[in-house]
């Protein structure tokens, strides 16, 4: 009986699908089967556009593009237009590494031409907008990779006065912020970047790495815009056939650059085909999108309501052990008078001349004197109305309590808000 052969422990290939799914296909168009296998599962998923910004250097929004001619991105807010989806899937499908252990090599083919997307590649496309050596990092990428989250800095610069970040169920760490939070011109920012930066298709929100991506946007801080969409790419060539921070079922991003790119490139004639233009926003359609939907009301103590958020933010008071109470409760509790004794009543009236005769008004001997004497004809005390309501405030429950004077129920916390749930990406 032959031996058994030794079982093979090498690199493991990639697999796309069955033998009838890699046959026939065009190796002009892709580099073997498997890659044929892999654009067929491309086409099930869906393309996540970039969006054209033309707007007006003296409108609305003048600020942004200020932002956009100081950093040299104008190329990267007006990508290429027309948008071929087969040309867009082969690079993705071509960029695939051959074996599970493989790296992405940041090289891809489309119709026979090879297409680079490192971030030196990328980087002299957009017009060299960074400076930086191709083995330096960004201080944009390295707050990332160390998670370094300026919750103040980015609530000032970021959110509308009297909004948070949103945290995790344990409260150790921020994970987004809500669309309807961010200022007007931070709404924009986002819109930018979950479109042609940081592709996501869940646009109610932003995550902590969107965040701090607008952040350093906003304040002139360093980006290399070109690595950051280099690691976009490589994620997404990925998904799916290893494990990554997206979900498998996450869209193909960037199709306005990768269009750019394979002109750039390879300088020949594609298909005519158009299956997508990019929308275009000039500043009518920036004032459509990023607006207000709920208008937060702040309750005023004295009196009325405000759309002005109250000077100073209502966590940076120490926490105490009585739970939330609305105004009107608060006014009850504290100017309650039908069980007071005399010398409590006297002092929570205060009347300016002369107080009224209440019959019965909480004296205990209940023995009639002259009107004016003793509020409710009860025996006056030489104790002080100020102390005596004092200590009564002390004895009486703010909270139900029961015969033992036990607090009725459990503490009462605050429910944590839900952790930022993303439909194509786990990244905070």
Excluded at 62 to 87: S, V
Excluded at 320 to 326: A, I, K, N, R
Excluded at 341 to 349: C, E, S
Aim: proline share 7%; net charge negative.
């Amino acid at each position: 009986m032959a031996p058994k052969k030794a079982a093979n422990k090498g690199k493991t290939k990639q697999t796309g699908g069955g033998s009838s799914s890699r046959s026939n296909f065009d190796p002009v168009r892709f580099r073997g089967p498997l890659q044929y296998a892999r654009f067929k599962n491309l086409q099930k998923k869906t393309i996540w556009a970039e969006n054209v910004f033309k707007l007006t250097q003296t409108g609305d929004f003048a600020r942004f593009t200020e932002i956009i001619e100081e950093r040299n991105w104008e190329d990267l807010a007006r990508p290429t237009n027309d948008i071929n989806f087969d040309l867009v899937r082969e690079f993705y499908a071509n960029a695939m590494p051959l074996d599970d252990e493989d790296p992405v090599t940041f090289k891809t083919m489309v119709r026979g031409r090879e297409i680079r997307f490192d971030r030196d590649a990328i980087n002299d496309f957009l017009g060299k907008p960074s400076n930086l050596p191709t083995d330096t990092y960004c201080a944009f990428t390295y707050s990332v990779a160390q998670g370094n989250w300026d919750v103040q800095a980015l609530t000032q610069s970021l959110l509308r006065p009297g909004h948070q970040l949103i945290w995790n169920n344990q409260n150790t760490r921020p994970v987004r912020a809500k669309k309807d939070d961010l200022t007007i011109p931070s709404q924009l920012l986002l819109l930018f970047t979950l479109h042609n930066v940081i592709p996501r298709s869940h646009t109610s929100d932003g995550t902590t790495k969107a965040l701090q991506f607008m952040y350093y946007m906003e304040n002139n801080l360093e980006i290399d815009v070109a690595r950051v969409i280099a690691g976009e790419l490589c994620e997404m060539v990925l998904t799916g056939l290893r494990p990554t921070r997206m979900k498998n079922n996450a869209a193909l991003g960037f199709p306005g650059l990768i269009m750019g790119l394979i002109y750039e490139q390879t300088r020949t004639t594609f298909p005519p085909e158009i299956d997508l233009t990019l929308k275009e926003f000039d500043d009518a359609e920036v004032r459509r999108t990023c607006k207000y939907k709920h208008t937060t009301i702040f309750v005023n103590p004295a009196g009325g309501q405000s759309s002005v958020p109250p000077p100073t933010n209502p966590n940076t008071f120490p926490p105490t052990e009585y739970p939330p109470m609305d105004p009107l409760s608060f006014h009850n509790m504290v100017t309650y008078n039908w069980d007071l004794h005399d010398a409590g009543f006297r002092a929570m009236q205060a009347w300016p001349e002369v107080r009224p005769f209440i019959p019965g008004g909480g004296s205990s001997s209940g023995a009639g004197t002259d009107a004016g004497t003793n509020v409710g004809g009860g025996t006056d005390t030489d104790v002080d109305d100020d102390t005596t309501l004092r200590e009564m405030m002390n004895m009486k429950s703010f909270v139900n309590r029961d015969g033992n004077n036990n607090v009725d129920g459990s503490d009462v916390e605050m429910a944590g808000e839900d952790e930022a749930t993303v439909s194509d990406s786990d990244d905070d």
